[in-house]
């Protein structure tokens, strides 16, 4: 089985962002290393769950390429893209695929289940905690689909609905990330709440909401 910290090391070797995304500067009020360490508490393995069944998308209990490929279906038909936008969507989508699944070759049957995906999670945290803010820009720039260095309503919407995630949570969400309520996510909140909703095992923490409810 492919481990979390393996799949990240491959993915984000030396903070180096694949795919056309170029590499930004994100200032943080309150960064992976300001965070005590993870326990691995209830709340915690909650928001893990929740964030695998969003990503697990046809529900079948497992994470497979059939999920990617839906996820680049569903945020290309949402968006309306044209062929060469779901196409660079697709390429991203399915080189993370490869790497979670190990190597191409396996890629179309490899299946992770929810708890070895927990498990993976917290047992990759000392590399988590150091490449985690290159993960979450590189998800900011696959959200940003305008490329105009924002997330709009409705690309965040999208977000939610290549998930499966009900639309009705992305207006609540968009209002936490929104921190200037200006109507746009900057490329700062959306990391601060996503290294949030990692790291953080406060109960009472606004970003626990970062991919809806938590089951």
């Given at each position: 089985m492919a481990g979390v910290a393996r799949i990240l090391s491959k993915c984000f070797p030396n903070g180096i962002i694949y795919r056309s995304f170029t590499q930004k500067a994100v200032n943080l009020k309150r960064t992976p290393q300001d965070y005590p360490a993870l326990t691995g508490s209830e709340h915690w393995r909650r928001k893990i769950r929740t964030l695998f069944r969003a990503?697990?998308?046809?529900?079948d209990g497992y994470i497979t390429k059939k999920d990617y490929e839906m996820h680049v279906h569903?945020?290309?038909?949402?968006?309306?893209?044209n062929e060469n936008q779901a196409?660079?969507?697709?390429?991203?989508?399915?080189?993370?695929?490869?790497?979670?699944?190990?190597?191409t070759e396996a890629s179309a049957d490899f299946r992770l289940s929810e708890h070895d995906y927990v498990s993976n999670m917290l047992a990759a945290y000392p590399t988590i905690l150091e490449r985690i803010v290159d993960i979450a820009s590189c998800d900011f720039d696959t959200v940003d689909i305008g490329g105009d260095g924002f997330i709009s309503p409705q690309e965040h919407k999208a977000y939610f609905y290549g998930f499966g995630v009900p639309l009705k949570h992305s207006t609540d969400v968009f209002k936490v990330l929104d921190t200037d309520d200006d109507g746009k996510i900057s490329r700062e909140d959306f990391v601060q709440g996503f290294v949030d909703f990692i790291l953080s095992e406060d109960e009472n923490s606004p970003h626990a909401c970062f991919f809806g409810p938590l089951v």
């Open positions: 990503r697990d998308i046809d529900g569903r945020v290309s038909s949402y968006m309306n893209l196409k660079d969507l697709k390429k991203w989508k399915m080189f993370t695929w490869e790497l979670l699944s190990g190597t």
